[in-house]
Protein backbone atom coordinates (compact mmCIF):
# COMPACT_ATOMS: atom_id res chain seq x y z
CA UNK A 1 0.00 0.00 0.00
CA UNK A 2 2.98 2.22 0.49
CA UNK A 3 6.65 2.68 -0.28
CA UNK A 4 8.18 -0.96 -0.30
CA UNK A 5 11.38 0.95 0.03
CA UNK A 6 10.46 1.69 3.80
CA UNK A 7 8.66 -1.83 4.99
CA UNK A 8 8.67 -0.46 8.52
CA UNK A 9 6.72 2.97 7.91
CA UNK A 10 4.72 0.78 5.24
CA UNK A 11 3.99 -0.98 7.77
CA UNK A 12 3.01 1.45 10.76
CA UNK A 13 0.87 3.54 8.12
CA UNK A 14 -1.09 0.72 7.29
CA UNK A 15 -2.12 -0.11 10.38
CA UNK A 16 -2.85 3.37 11.68
CA UNK A 17 -4.86 3.87 8.44
CA UNK A 18 -6.81 0.22 9.47
CA UNK A 19 -7.02 1.42 12.99
CA UNK A 20 -8.76 5.01 12.29
CA UNK A 21 -11.36 3.79 9.60
CA UNK A 22 -12.13 1.03 12.33
CA UNK A 23 -12.23 3.37 15.77
CA UNK A 24 -14.14 6.45 13.52
CA UNK A 25 -16.54 3.98 11.83
CA UNK A 26 -16.52 1.34 14.59
CA UNK A 27 -16.94 -1.03 11.40
CA UNK A 28 -14.80 -3.71 11.01
CA UNK A 29 -14.26 -5.30 14.24
CA UNK A 30 -15.59 -5.53 17.34
CA UNK A 31 -16.05 -2.74 20.51
CA UNK A 32 -16.19 -3.61 23.85
CA UNK A 33 -16.17 -1.57 27.15
CA UNK A 34 -15.48 -2.21 30.73
CA UNK A 35 -18.03 -2.11 33.30
CA UNK A 36 -17.21 1.06 34.58
CA UNK A 37 -18.27 2.30 30.82
CA UNK A 38 -21.41 0.28 30.51
CA UNK A 39 -22.29 1.45 33.76
CA UNK A 40 -22.68 5.30 32.69
CA UNK A 41 -25.76 7.51 32.04
CA UNK A 42 -26.27 6.49 28.36
CA UNK A 43 -25.55 10.03 27.26
CA UNK A 44 -22.53 10.52 29.03
CA UNK A 45 -21.60 7.00 27.50
CA UNK A 46 -22.61 7.94 23.48
CA UNK A 47 -20.59 11.42 24.29
CA UNK A 48 -17.52 9.23 25.24
CA UNK A 49 -18.14 7.16 22.30
CA UNK A 50 -17.87 9.72 20.04
CA UNK A 51 -14.95 11.39 21.44
CA UNK A 52 -13.00 8.23 20.58
CA UNK A 53 -14.38 8.04 16.97
CA UNK A 54 -13.30 11.76 16.59
CA UNK A 55 -9.95 11.54 18.50
CA UNK A 56 -7.15 13.02 16.74
CA UNK A 57 -4.76 14.10 19.92
CA UNK A 58 -1.94 11.19 19.13
CA UNK A 59 1.44 12.11 20.36
CA UNK A 60 4.33 10.29 21.04
CA UNK A 61 3.06 9.67 24.40
CA UNK A 62 -0.04 8.15 23.80
CA UNK A 63 1.09 6.99 20.20
CA UNK A 64 4.87 5.82 20.37
CA UNK A 65 4.53 3.21 17.43
CA UNK A 66 2.41 5.95 15.32
CA UNK A 67 -0.41 2.72 15.23
CA UNK A 68 -3.18 5.07 16.85
CA UNK A 69 -4.01 2.27 18.30
CA UNK A 70 -4.29 4.19 22.24
CA UNK A 71 -5.68 7.22 23.18
CA UNK A 72 -6.75 9.17 26.52
CA UNK A 73 -9.61 10.81 26.64
CA UNK A 74 -11.13 13.65 29.65
CA UNK A 75 -15.03 13.67 29.91
CA UNK A 76 -16.80 15.47 32.85
CA UNK A 77 -13.73 15.75 34.49
CA UNK A 78 -13.24 12.22 34.31
CA UNK A 79 -10.15 10.07 32.65
CA UNK A 80 -11.11 7.19 30.28
CA UNK A 81 -8.68 5.46 27.91
CA UNK A 82 -9.28 3.72 24.57
CA UNK A 83 -7.39 0.57 22.88
CA UNK A 84 -6.96 -1.16 19.76
CA UNK A 85 -5.86 -4.73 19.52
CA UNK A 86 -5.01 -7.16 16.77
CA UNK A 87 -6.50 -10.60 17.09
CA UNK A 88 -6.81 -13.57 14.46
CA UNK A 89 -10.37 -14.21 13.37
CA UNK A 90 -10.73 -17.19 15.78
CA UNK A 91 -9.81 -14.98 18.70
CA UNK A 92 -8.01 -17.06 19.64
CA UNK A 93 -4.08 -15.38 19.40
CA UNK A 94 -2.87 -12.21 18.29
CA UNK A 95 -3.33 -11.22 13.89
CA UNK A 96 -0.48 -12.82 12.35
CA UNK A 97 -0.34 -9.55 10.67
CA UNK A 98 -2.18 -6.58 11.50
CA UNK A 99 -1.79 -5.08 8.30
CA UNK A 100 -4.24 -7.31 6.45
CA UNK A 101 -7.91 -6.89 7.44
CA UNK A 102 -8.55 -10.84 5.86
CA UNK A 103 -6.53 -12.13 8.60
CA UNK A 104 -7.01 -9.47 11.93
CA UNK A 105 -10.04 -9.10 14.47
CA UNK A 106 -9.32 -5.10 15.65
CA UNK A 107 -11.25 -4.97 18.83
CA UNK A 108 -11.52 -1.83 20.26
CA UNK A 109 -11.58 -1.45 23.99
CA UNK A 110 -12.82 1.75 26.39
CA UNK A 111 -12.08 1.87 29.69
CA UNK A 112 -12.16 3.99 32.47
CA UNK A 113 -8.24 4.77 33.48
CA UNK A 114 -8.83 3.39 36.71
CA UNK A 115 -9.63 -0.11 34.45
CA UNK A 116 -6.60 0.29 33.43
Not at 73 to 88: A, H, R, T, V
Not at 90 to 114: K, Y
Amino acid sequence: MFDAHCPELARTLTIRLLNDAFRRSLIGGRTVMTQAVAAMDPEPRQALICAVQNYQAFSPENDPDGEHNFGDISLNDELFYFKIDFYDLAMEAGSPDPTDPRVTTRVLTIMHARDY
